[in-house]
């Protein structure tokens, strides 16, 4: 069993073809919580770093697993360049289940964020050629039940990154709002975000407080409505993976 987080699809994709490489099931980690994974021998978490550490949803969603002891567990860590604690993380959450984890590797795709600093995530599809044969390593490790640890240990840089004075201004500066001017209410950003944060009402879509920076609803919505920093998002700009749609990423 597979389980992940994903904003834009890089995600999904590659816990996909993990999964067909493994001969495993993929499944959204929220949808995993009271789920029998008693008979599951090899159990797997994809993820991407989120300002130095995983979205914070996934190690409180992974706590509130029932997991066996004797599976196989490994992390797979989709980012723009480093891990940062992304995957201490969530090893020290299963740590305190008694669960040893058995592999952790990193694989860099486009940088979904990129788009909040005025770049453009596509520009980064070189990625997928250059670290393919990383990818391969990676499924055939994974297919095998590899042991071995990469970007496994603390980053005290990280630790830094993500103190709550210098998350909360990355976070503030890329914290999606919805232009009114521009939205529609069709409800698509509401339907991709991952975490339930967007509501409608009176046909216009509004933001909660429990984003985590996904930028999913930046990145899907039809409309250019959803922005970062008040700046306009320009479809050009928008990105998701190419081997995901947006009904993948509405679970349909």
Same mark, same amino acid.
Request: glycine residues 8%.
């Given at each position: 069993?597979?389980?992940?987080?994903?904003?834009?699809?890089?995600?999904?994709?590659?816990?996909?073809l993990?999964?067909?490489?493994?001969?495993?099931?993929?499944?959204?980690?929220?949808?995993?919580?009271?789920?029998?994974?008693?008979?599951?021998?090899?159990?797997g978490?994809?993820?991407?770093?989120?300002?130095?550490?995983?979205?914070?949803?996934?190690?409180?969603l992974v706590?509130?697993?029932?997991?066996?002891?004797?599976?196989?567990?490994?992390?797979?860590?989709?980012?723009?360049?480093?891990?940062?604690?992304?995957?201490?993380?969530v090893? /020290? =959450?299963?740590?305190? @289940?008694?669960?040893?984890?058995?592999? +952790?590797? !990193?694989?860099?795709?486009?940088? *979904?964020?990129? $788009?909040?600093?005025?770049?453009?995530?596509?520009?980064?599809?070189?990625?997928?050629?250059?670290?393919a044969s990383r990818?391969?390593?990676?499924k055939?490790?994974?297919?095998?039940?590899?042991?071995?640890?990469?970007?496994?240990?603390?980053?005290?840089?990280?630790?830094?990154?993500?103190?709550?004075?210098?998350?909360?201004?990355?976070?503030?500066?890329?914290?999606? /709002? =919805?232009?009114?001017? @521009?939205?529609v209410?069709?409800?698509? +950003?509401? !339907?991709?975000?991952?975490?339930? *944060?967007?509501? $409608?009402t009176?046909?216009?879509?509004?933001?909660?407080?429990k984003?985590?920076?996904?930028?999913?609803?930046?990145?899907?919505?039809?409309?250019?409505?959803?922005?970062?920093?008040?700046?306009?998002?320009?479809?050009?700009?928008?990105?998701?993976h190419?081997?995901?749609?947006?009904?993948?990423?509405?679970?349909?």
């Open positions: 069993m597979i389980l992940y987080f994903s904003g834009t699809g890089n995600s999904l994709a590659i816990a996909r993990i999964a067909e490489r493994a001969g495993e099931q993929v499944t959204p980690l929220r949808e995993a919580i009271g789920a029998d994974l008693s008979d599951e021998k090899r159990i978490f994809v993820y991407p770093c989120y300002n130095g550490d995983s979205p914070k949803i996934v190690p409180k706590a509130q697993l029932a997991l066996p002891m004797e599976a196989y567990y490994f992390i797979v860590i989709p980012c723009g360049a480093l891990t940062g604690n992304s995957i201490w993380t090893k /020290k =959450v299963l740590k305190k @289940k008694g669960i040893r984890l058995n592999y +952790c590797n !990193k694989i860099r795709v486009p940088d *979904n964020s990129a $788009l909040g600093f005025g770049r453009n995530p596509n520009d980064q599809l070189w990625k997928f050629q250059k670290y990818l391969e390593q990676i055939n490790d994974i297919a095998a039940n590899v042991n071995v640890h990469h970007w496994g240990s603390p980053d005290p840089l990280a630790a830094v990154q993500t103190l709550r004075v210098f998350d909360n201004a990355i976070f503030k500066a890329l914290r999606p /709002k =919805v232009n009114a001017e @521009k939205c209410g069709c409800g698509i +950003c509401a !339907k991709v975000c991952p975490v339930g *944060n967007i509501s $409608l009176e046909n216009h879509a509004h933001c909660g407080n984003c985590e920076s996904c930028l999913a609803c930046v990145h899907f919505c039809p409309h250019q409505a959803v922005e970062l920093g008040g700046k306009p998002t320009f479809k050009e700009r928008q990105y998701h190419p081997e995901v749609e947006m009904k993948d990423m509405m679970g349909e």
